[in-house]
């Protein structure tokens, strides 16, 4: 069974940084995703990395301001988010894929494996 544990989140302004992390246990041969989700909307994809670190995907929404990346080393996935918008609070999820499925996705349903959340809050 595969443990996610987030951090990383807090309040920052409008234009701001914040890198979220997610420390995995067990083997990192997973594909592994960020996902957020605001009160009363349906969960969003934010970005997805494969096993390897290669081929990151994003939604329309961050590209060109978050950033996916993995240290297999450390078992850890990271998010690193600039240029913040209000529009960007959110409770931010981790989620790996199980051992063996590499490739990235973007669909929540092929992420059996959950963390518990962190909450970003972007101030205008």
């Known amino acids: 069974q595969v443990q996610l544990v987030e951090s990383g989140g807090g309040l920052v302004q409008a234009g701001g940084s914040l890198r979220l992390s997610c420390a995995a246990s067990?083997?990192?041969?997973?594909?592994m995703a960020w996902f957020r989700q605001v009160p009363g909307k349906e969960r969003e994809f934010v970005a997805a990395?494969?096993?390897?670190?290669?081929?990151?995907t994003y939604a329309d929404s961050v590209k060109g301001r978050f950033a996916i990346s993995r240290d297999n080393a450390k078992n850890t996935v990271y998010l690193q988010m600039n240029t913040l918008k209000p529009e960007d609070t959110a409770v931010y999820y981790c989620a790996a894929r199980l051992s063996g499925r590499t490739w990235a996705s973007e669909f929540g349903y092929d992420y059996p494996h959950w963390g518990q959340g962190t909450q970003v809050t972007v101030s205008s």
């Open positions: 990395i494969s096993s390897s670190g290669g081929r990151p």
């Open positions: 067990g083997r990192s041969s997973y594909a």
